[in-house]
């Protein structure tokens, strides 16, 4: 392609559209992970998603691909943390309904976390 750019599929791949319930953060109890919403992130359509724990929350602008043969999602966003503007970057590893990754604050923390799809919603096929 012209520029040596990649094509991008802008579709999010079905197995990661869902909400997932974050159940451990490697910095923060879980406790603080719930503070305000139960602690989670989603994927929709269009590569796109978001996530809240504790005082942080972020869209996502997302990208997927595989990592020693399993679904991954490497993303970008922006948001808040505490009430300032922030933004950051992650990635996640998709086992099942397990998500694994880390997430990071622009300047600030990161952390290794662990999801689980939410079994209330309904899957979209």
């Known amino acids: 392609?012209?520029?040596?750019?990649?094509?991008?599929?802008?579709?999010?791949?079905?197995?990661?559209?869902?909400?997932?319930?974050?159940?451990?953060?490697?910095?923060?109890?879980?406790?603080?992970?719930?503070?305000?919403?139960?602690?989670?992130?989603?994927?929709?359509?269009k590569?796109?998603?978001?996530?809240q724990f504790g005082t942080v929350q972020g869209w996502l602008d997302c990208r997927f691909g595989k990592?020693?043969?399993?679904?991954?999602?490497?993303?970008?966003?922006?948001?808040?943390?505490?009430?300032?503007?922030?933004?950051?970057?992650g990635w996640a590893v998709l086992d099942g309904d397990a998500l694994e990754g880390r997430i990071f604050i622009h300047a600030s923390d990161d952390s290794a976390f662990k999801a689980t799809r939410k079994k209330t919603r309904n899957r979209r096929t």
Do not use: H
């Open 67 to 89: 990592r020693e043969g399993k679904p991954l999602v490497e993303f970008s966003w922006q948001g808040a943390s505490d009430n300032d503007d922030a933004c950051g970057r």
């Open 47 to 51: 590569l796109q998603g978001e996530f």
């Open 1 to 45: 392609m012209a520029g040596g750019l990649f094509p991008v599929d802008e579709r999010t791949p079905k197995q990661f559209r869902d909400r997932f319930r974050i159940t451990w953060m490697e910095q923060w109890n879980q406790d603080y992970v719930d503070l305000d919403v139960e602690g989670c992130i989603e994927f929709r359509e």
